[in-house]
């Protein structure tokens, strides 16, 4: 367990600047999750971290050590990568055990630690395969193993489960997120699943063009995105943006309005904006009934599946709490 | 219908058909070599009388024994032991200094590395026929002449295994490379713990294929052994003919020519699967 | 096309590059350069000093009726054997490709006369021909035909060109066979289903879906003829008679070393080295144009 804190990380390649100075204190146990769109240089960013990528501002300090120009094995981290990168001609025991063969381990604690991860993973009867006899799940959890045997200070996940299918994904996210519970160890994990991020993060940094938009918990940041970016990318459907003057009631300083699409209400008076509905996607539990309203762009209400369902080409009024509607200003921060 | 299923499935007579014209195609490839192994097994007499017999005598052994054991100018087993330690030079000394080269300009960032990419890019180019005469005078120079080292470094001095094995390293997922470095693993452990365990199929093929470059060799070696007991087989063979009018001894150099293919053809029946590959991946 | 992983440290690459830097720039780069330097040069009668004669010696190897002829005896050889033995392949890899069972028997087979050393397949082509002893030469005899190779320049070129011929069909052949084995079964099924007959599916499906490889094979095999069949003709003609089956590569080695006009073999290297070059162009134009594929 550690404390790992960045201080204005920067990077560039070339003249490029990828990184725009990012900031954080991370508490000891604590399991962070980087989340943005690709390109957004999150796996950048954890790159540094794990000391793959050299650093090209600022400082990255794990406890109180400043580990900028140490080797990755120096800087007691274990990292999972997104296409497992497992030794394909090693077995499972040989995969998790490689990193403690180096450091020179004798052979019966390399098997001690070996046998104890595969218990917790269920790996035990997998030891003598090689990677390519098991299933896309069973080698997301060796690479798990190989971080546990570690006993790093630090685990760093670069978007694990992106090569499962979606139902795996889910039982996966749990797993990860009991075992980290149950180790205690400090993690930060990159995603570019949202929900992924919501599900997993003590503390989320949302990443967009190589800057921190917002760091925070995942309900503070659904609840009162910092900027259009995060607001649009946090939460599925995504927020509906409008221009501010398409409604009577503006916003002074706002040059464009959000509303969750669970915020938006369908009615027959009163409404703030009117609209024709498009189509209706009835998702079972809830309707998605996309709008398409004055000015030709399409907003999407979520609403339960109780509620009467538009028909088809029906003009309707939209209606929400001025409490849930959010303004930004021509730059895209929160006003 | 059965006509125009052709290609599709044959059945019947163009199955036949297409089994004949294979069996003829067999034929032109094996009569050269049949008949070279029948003049191994009769004496000289049957011979020199022509037609010579289509099957087989009764001379073998005494023929190949006089052939690895006395030969004309030098025992044939000497010369076969020739060929082996030169074919297995080639091979290995190639495959090593490539593995070593590849390893360097597809892992590491140095001053040089663009140069040297180019400069062996150039080396393929040239194959050794085309440079004999200074190659030659080098290896003279050396005091090589007559020696195994004359015989195998020349003609490792090419770069296809190194592209070869450059490919094939550009392939590797470059997380297993950070892995083992998470896993604290230094640039030679990582060649020699993943990279080497995970190229052996590659080097496997590639061995397939240079052993038999390397026993084929004749211009080279016919220039630098004028010591007979440092021929190898395969140019060993036309040393056999007598100059002038004298009658070459027919089934010692036929049982010659027998043993000089024996290692090659079993090289690459026994490892046909690699030996295609190599053939395919040394060409791509 | 770069890693994004890479060690650091200097000293460590170069020490591992080393090995074959030192191999090549002593065997090849050395060698190559001292080529094109002394085809710039004559030695004196002695050998005791080099005299500078510029293009002098390229003037002369132009002007020279034997090395022209000698271009053009390569030409055809080429031609000739590329012809023949891809010829060959192609029916035999056609045919195999029709089989359904037992085409991998085949193939075991046919692979051989890749393990035989050019030399050695001269050596078995000569026995079957030798004028004296030959088994079908004395067949042709009795047909009526008098087989004379050490006489007849003509008979000469057939000899060498099949018996090189024969050792590359295995090559061709692996090729041929891996090519046609790729073309989806359903586009043939499709134009049997058309009602192409056999003859008029290879013509306008098979083979231009082919050509890539065939292509490929067009310049390996050119590359084979000039270089590779020294042995071929050095035990059965010894490039005979009257030099006519006096291929490039044959004549560097005959003047070079049989001859000892060093000037002359050197620049007959350079014209090589400048084949060489333009032959390996045309391979990579053409990788080029099928990594686009």
């Given at each position: 367990?550690?404390?790992?804190?960045?201080?204005?990380?920067?990077?560039?390649?070339?003249?490029?600047?990828?990184?725009?100075?990012?900031?954080?204190?991370?508490?000891?146990?604590e399991?962070?999750?980087?989340?943005?769109p690709?390109?957004?240089?999150?796996?950048?960013?954890?790159?540094?971290?794990a000391?793959?990528?050299?650093?090209?501002?600022?400082?990255?300090?794990?406890d109180?050590?400043?580990?900028?120009?140490?080797?990755?094995?120096?800087?007691?981290i274990?990292m999972?990568?997104?296409?497992?990168?497992?030794?394909?001609?090693?077995?499972?025991?040989?995969?998790?055990?490689?990193?403690?063969?180096?450091?020179?381990?004798?052979?019966?604690?390399?098997a001690?630690?070996v046998?104890?991860?595969?218990?917790?993973?269920?790996?035990?009867?997998?030891?003598?395969?090689?990677?390519?006899?098991?299933?896309?799940?069973?080698?997301?959890?060796v690479?798990?193993?190989?971080?546990?045997?570690?006993?790093?200070?630090?685990?760093?996940?670069?978007?694990?489960?992106?090569?499962?299918?979606?139902?795996?994904?889910?039982?996966?996210?749990?797993?990860?997120?009991?075992?980290?519970r149950?180790?205690?160890?400090?993690?930060?994990?990159?995603?570019?699943?949202?929900?992924?991020?919501?599900?997993?993060?003590?503390?989320?940094?949302?990443?967009?063009?190589?800057?921190?938009?917002?760091i925070?918990?995942?309900?503070?940041?659904?609840?009162?995105?910092?900027?259009?970016f995060?607001?649009?990318?946090?939460?599925?459907?995504?927020?509906?943006?409008?221009?501010?003057?398409?409604?009577?009631?503006?916003?002074?300083?706002?040059?464009?309005?959000?509303?969750?699409?669970?915020?938006?209400?369908?009615?027959?008076?009163?409404?703030?904006?009117?609209?024709?509905?498009?189509?209706?996607?009835?998702?079972?539990?809830?309707?998605?009934?996309?709008?398409?309203?004055?000015?030709?762009?399409?907003?999407?209400?979520?609403?339960?599946?109780?509620?009467?369902?538009?028909?088809?080409?029906?003009?309707?009024g939209?209606?929400?709490?001025?409490?849930?509607?959010?303004?930004?200003?021509?730059?895209?921060?929160?006003? | 219908?059965?006509?125009?299923?052709?290609?599709?499935?044959?059945?019947?007579?163009?199955?036949?058909?297409?089994?004949?014209?294979?069996?003829?195609?067999?034929?032109?490839?094996?009569?050269?070599?049949?008949?070279?192994?029948?003049?191994?097994?009769?004496?000289?007499?049957?011979?020199?009388?022509?037609?010579m017999p289509?099957w087989?005598?009764?001379?073998?052994?005494?023929?190949?024994?006089?052939?690895?054991?006395?030969?004309?100018?030098?025992?044939?087993?000497?010369?076969?032991?020739?060929?082996?330690?030169?074919?297995?030079?080639?091979?290995?000394?190639?495959?090593?200094?490539?593995?070593?080269?590849?390893?360097?300009?597809?892992?590491?960032?140095?001053?040089?590395?663009?140069?040297?990419?180019?400069?062996?890019?150039l080396?393929?180019?040239?194959?050794?026929?085309?440079?004999?005469?200074?190659?030659?005078?080098?290896?003279?120079?050396?005091?090589?002449?007559?020696?195994?080292?004359?015989?195998?470094?020349?003609?490792i001095?090419?770069?296809?295994?190194?592209?070869?094995?450059?490919?094939?390293?550009?392939?590797?997922?470059?997380?297993?490379?950070?892995?083992?470095?998470?896993?604290?693993?230094?640039?030679m452990?990582?060649?020699?713990?993943?990279?080497?365990?995970?190229?052996?199929?590659?080097?496997?093929?590639?061995?397939?294929?240079?052993?038999?470059?390397?026993?084929?060799?004749?211009?080279?070696?016919?220039?630098?052994?004028?010591?007979?007991?440092?021929?190898?087989?395969?140019?060993?063979?036309?040393?056999?003919?007598?100059?002038?009018?004298?009658?070459?001894?027919?089934?010692?150099?036929?049982?010659?020519?027998?043993?000089?293919?024996?290692?090659?053809?079993?090289?690459?029946?026994?490892?046909?699967?690699?030996?295609?590959?190599?053939l395919?991946?040394?060409?791509k | 096309?770069?890693?994004?992983?890479?060690?650091?440290?200097?000293?460590?690459?170069?020490?591992?590059?080393?090995?074959q830097?030192?191999?090549?720039?002593?065997?090849?780069?050395?060698?190559?350069?001292?080529?094109?330097?002394?085809?710039l040069?004559?030695?004196?009668?002695?050998?005791?000093?080099?005299?500078?004669?510029?293009?002098?010696?390229?003037?002369?190897?132009f002007?020279?009726?034997?090395?022209?002829?000698?271009?053009?005896?390569?030409a055809?050889?080429?031609?000739?054997?590329?012809?023949?033995?891809?010829?060959?392949?192609?029916?035999l890899?056609?045919?195999?490709?029709?089989?359904?069972?037992?085409?991998?028997?085949?193939?075991?087979?046919?692979?051989?006369?890749?393990?035989?050393?050019?030399?050695?397949?001269?050596?078995?082509?000569?026995?079957?021909?030798?004028t004296?002893?030959?088994?079908?030469?004395?067949?042709?005899?009795?047909?009526?035909?008098?087989?004379?190779?050490?006489?007849?320049?003509?008979e000469?070129?057939?000899?060498?060109v099949v018996?090189?011929?024969?050792?590359?069909?295995?090559?061709?052949?692996?090729?041929?066979?891996?090519?046609?084995?790729?073309?989806?079964?359903?586009?043939?099924?499709?134009?049997?289903?058309?009602?192409?007959?056999?003859?008029?599916?290879f013509?306008?499906?098979?083979?231009?879906?082919?050509?890539?490889?065939?292509?490929?094979?067009?310049?390996?095999?050119?590359?084979?003829?000039?270089?590779?069949?020294?042995?071929?003709?050095?035990?059965?003609?010894?490039?005979?008679?009257?030099?006519?089956?006096?291929i490039?590569?044959?004549?560097?080695?005959?003047?070079?070393?049989?001859?000892?006009?060093?000037?002359?073999?050197?620049?007959?290297?350079?014209?090589?080295?400048?084949?060489?070059?333009?032959?390996?162009?045309?391979?990579?134009?053409?990788?080029?144009?099928?990594?686009?594929?």
């Amino acid at each position: 367990m550690a404390t790992v804190s960045l201080k204005n990380i920067k990077k560039s390649f070339g003249k490029t600047d990828v990184i725009h100075g990012v900031d954080i204190d991370i508490q000891e146990g604590e399991f962070i999750v980087i989340v943005g769109p690709s390109g957004c240089g999150k796996s950048t960013l954890l790159r540094m971290v794990a000391g793959l990528e050299t650093i090209t501002a600022g400082e990255v300090h794990i406890d109180d050590r400043k580990v900028n120009d140490l080797e990755p094995m120096e800087r007691d981290i274990a990292m999972v990568f997104q296409n497992y990168a497992l030794y394909p001609h090693m077995t499972v025991a040989q995969n998790m055990g490689y990193g403690l063969k180096i450091a020179g381990r004798p052979k019966d604690e390399i098997a001690d630690r070996v046998d104890t991860a595969a218990k917790l993973l269920q790996l035990e009867p997998y030891l003598d395969r090689r990677p390519r006899e098991l299933s896309g799940g069973q080698r997301q959890r060796v690479a798990m193993g190989r971080a546990i045997v570690r006993k790093p200070a630090v685990f760093l996940f670069d978007e694990p489960l992106s090569n499962l299918d979606a139902k795996l994904r889910v039982q996966m996210r749990l797993e990860i997120k009991q075992l980290q519970r149950r180790l205690g160890v400090t993690s930060l994990y990159v995603t570019h699943d949202q929900v992924e991020a919501m599900t997993l993060a003590d503390r989320m940094i949302v990443m967009n063009a190589g800057r921190a938009d917002q760091i925070g918990a995942p309900l503070e940041i659904y609840a009162n995105p910092a900027t259009e970016f995060v607001a649009g990318f946090i939460g599925s459907p995504p927020t509906n943006f409008f221009s501010a003057d398409l409604v009577q009631t503006p916003q002074t300083d706002a040059k464009t309005l959000g509303v969750r699409p669970e915020h938006m209400e369908i009615v027959t008076e009163n409404a703030r904006l009117s609209g024709e509905v498009l189509y209706c996607e009835a998702l079972g539990a809830e309707t998605l009934v996309h709008v398409r309203v004055p000015n030709e762009q399409v907003l999407t209400v979520r609403q339960s599946a109780e509620k009467p369902q538009p028909s088809e080409g029906t003009p309707i009024g939209l209606n929400w709490s001025a409490n849930d509607q959010m303004g930004f200003d021509e730059n895209g921060k929160r006003r | 219908m059965a006509e125009r299923t052709g290609m599709v499935e044959k059945r019947g007579a163009g199955l036949w058909l297409t089994h004949l014209g294979l069996i003829i195609g067999l034929l032109f490839i094996f009569f050269p070599i049949w008949l070279a192994f029948v003049a191994s097994t009769v004496d000289q007499q049957e011979i020199v009388r022509p037609p010579m017999p289509l099957w087989p005598g009764d001379k073998l052994w005494e023929n190949y024994s006089e052939a690895l054991l006395s030969g004309v100018n030098a025992p044939v087993a000497w010369m076969m032991l020739n060929s082996l330690v030169m074919a297995m030079g080639i091979a290995i000394g190639k495959i090593i200094i490539s593995l070593l080269s590849a390893f360097a300009i597809v892992y590491f960032r140095f001053p040089g590395r663009k140069t040297f990419f180019w400069l062996i890019f150039l080396t393929l180019m040239l194959p050794v026929e085309v440079r004999i005469v200074p190659t030659y005078e080098v290896v003279a120079g050396f005091g090589m002449l007559n020696s195994y080292s004359g015989l195998i470094f020349p003609l490792i001095a090419s770069a296809t295994a190194t592209f070869l094995f450059r490919q094939f390293f550009m392939t590797v997922p470059d997380e297993l490379a950070e892995a083992a470095r998470v896993d604290g693993a230094k640039p030679m452990r990582f060649f020699w713990d993943i990279l080497l365990p995970m190229s052996r199929t590659n080097i496997a093929a590639l061995f397939v294929i240079l052993f038999i470059y390397g026993w084929n060799q004749y211009l080279w070696p016919l220039l630098i052994t004028t010591d007979p007991s440092m021929n190898t087989i395969v140019m060993g063979i036309k040393q056999m003919f007598p100059s002038g009018d004298d009658i070459a001894d027919w089934p010692v150099i036929m049982a010659t020519s027998i043993l000089a293919m024996i290692p090659p053809v079993i090289v690459v029946i026994s490892m046909q699967r690699l030996f295609i590959r190599g053939l395919v991946d040394s060409e791509k | 096309m770069e890693k994004r992983v890479t060690f650091k440290g200097i000293w460590l690459p170069l020490l591992l590059v080393l090995p074959q830097i030192a191999i090549t720039a002593v065997f090849f780069f050395y060698p190559a350069g001292q080529a094109i330097w002394q085809s710039l040069f004559i030695p004196d009668p002695f050998g005791l000093s080099m005299q500078y004669v510029g293009l002098g010696n390229f003037e002369f190897l132009f002007s020279d009726p034997f090395y022209r002829a000698s271009f053009l005896t390569t030409a055809i050889f080429s031609i000739l054997v590329t012809v023949v033995s891809m010829g060959i392949a192609l029916y035999l890899a056609v045919l195999a490709d029709r089989l359904i069972k037992g085409s991998g028997v085949y193939r075991t087979l046919l692979i051989w006369p890749y393990a035989v050393a050019p030399a050695v397949a001269g050596v078995l082509w000569l026995f079957m021909f030798n004028t004296r002893v030959g088994v079908v030469t004395w067949y042709l005899g009795l047909l009526g035909y008098d087989w004379n190779h050490v006489l007849n320049g003509e008979e000469a070129m057939g000899l060498v060109v099949v018996a090189s011929a024969w050792g590359r069909i295995s090559y061709n052949f692996l090729f041929f066979l891996a090519g046609l084995q790729a073309i989806p079964k359903s586009v043939i099924e499709a134009a049997a289903i058309d009602g192409a007959h056999f003859w008029t599916r290879f013509r306008t499906i098979v083979f231009p879906l082919l050509s890539p490889t065939t292509f490929f094979l067009l310049v390996v095999n050119i590359v084979y003829a000039f270089f590779e069949t020294f042995g071929v003709i050095h035990t059965i003609t010894s490039g005979g008679p009257q030099q006519s089956t006096t291929i490039l590569v044959y004549k560097v080695y005959s003047d070079g070393f049989v001859g000892q006009d060093l000037g002359s073999s050197a620049a007959q290297s350079v014209v090589l080295l400048v084949i060489v070059g333009l032959l390996t162009i045309v391979q990579f134009k053409f990788i080029e144009r099928r990594v686009h594929y």
